[in-house]
């Protein structure tokens, strides 16, 4: 080639080019199916929830008492119309500890039907109840009942040696003997006074 020919730019590969959700003839590019936002939280919150508690799962599969906590943090179980009894019923109709997904969906489907709820408010309240925690628990109160069971100075025995005059706690000192080769006998009032003069 010659430094002063231009290249010819490439027409006829651009006009058969297609792009990835449709052919290039048409002027609209069609939007890429995405699930509904219910389903996609659904399947997110079932992934935080089968997590939940279990550092070795990888929440692709849910447990019946992961299932329950998640209901009960959702307020769909609620003691009256639905109970963790019969969502154990339905769960255990499945035949498996874990489920998947699928089944799971197959699960709130045969709940609702029986317990004559609409599937989709069960579904809705599981996708919107935010991920997993110990909801609901208040700030626990310090009664004086605590204060008499916390207070070291009423200890005895072993348990009032794994604590210094002020209260602290010792530590491994005050939980494990340790041995004295000081060459005296346990309970010797005057140790390191043989050599001393008055």
């Given at each position: 080639?010659?430094?002063?020919?231009t290249?010819?730019?490439?027409?006829?590969?651009?006009?058969?080019?297609?792009?990835?959700?449709?052919?290039?003839?048409s002027?609209?590019?069609t939007?890429?199916?995405?699930?509904?936002?219910?389903?996609?939280?659904?399947?997110?919150?079932?992934?935080?929830?089968?997590?939940?508690?279990?550092?070795?799962?990888?929440?692709?599969?849910?447990?019946?008492?992961?299932?329950?906590?998640w209901?009960?943090?959702?307020?769909?179980?609620?003691?009256?119309?639905?109970?963790?009894?019969?969502?154990?019923?339905?769960?255990?109709?499945?035949?498996?500890?874990?489920?998947?997904?699928?089944?799971?969906?197959?699960?709130?489907?045969?709940?609702?039907?029986?317990?004559?709820?609409?599937?989709?408010e069960?579904?809705?309240?599981?996708?919107?109840c935010?991920?997993?925690g110990?909801?609901?628990?208040?700030?626990?109160?310090?009664t004086?009942?605590?204060?008499r069971?916390?207070?070291?100075?009423?200890?005895?025995?072993?348990?009032?040696?794994?604590?210094?005059?002020?209260?602290?706690?010792?530590?491994?000192?005050?939980?494990?003997?340790?041995?004295?080769?000081?060459?005296?006998?346990?309970?010797?009032?005057?140790?390191?006074?043989?050599d001393?003069?008055?």
């Open positions: 080639m010659s430094a002063s020919a290249p010819e730019p490439p027409i006829k590969e651009v006009e058969n080019l297609k792009l990835e959700n449709g052919s290039g003839d002027e609209k590019p939007p890429p199916t995405t699930p509904t936002p219910l389903q996609s939280t659904l399947e997110e919150q079932f992934k935080l929830f089968a997590k939940f508690g279990d550092p070795k799962s990888d929440g692709r599969q849910i447990t019946l008492s992961n299932s329950d906590k209901m009960k943090q959702a307020k769909v179980i609620d003691g009256k119309k639905i109970t963790t009894t019969d969502t154990g019923i339905y769960f255990k109709k499945l035949k498996s500890l874990k489920v998947g997904i699928v089944d799971y969906k197959k699960f709130l489907e045969d709940l609702a039907k029986n317990k004559k709820i609409e599937a989709s069960i579904k809705s309240k599981l996708a919107n935010g991920p997993p110990h909801h609901g628990l208040g700030k626990v109160h310090n004086s009942t605590v204060d069971l916390t207070d070291t100075t009423k200890y005895t025995g072993t348990h009032k040696q794994r604590f210094d005059d002020s209260g602290k706690g010792k530590g491994i000192s005050g939980r494990k003997d340790v041995l004295d080769d000081s060459g005296y006998v346990s309970g010797y009032q005057n140790k390191d006074t043989f001393k003069k008055e």
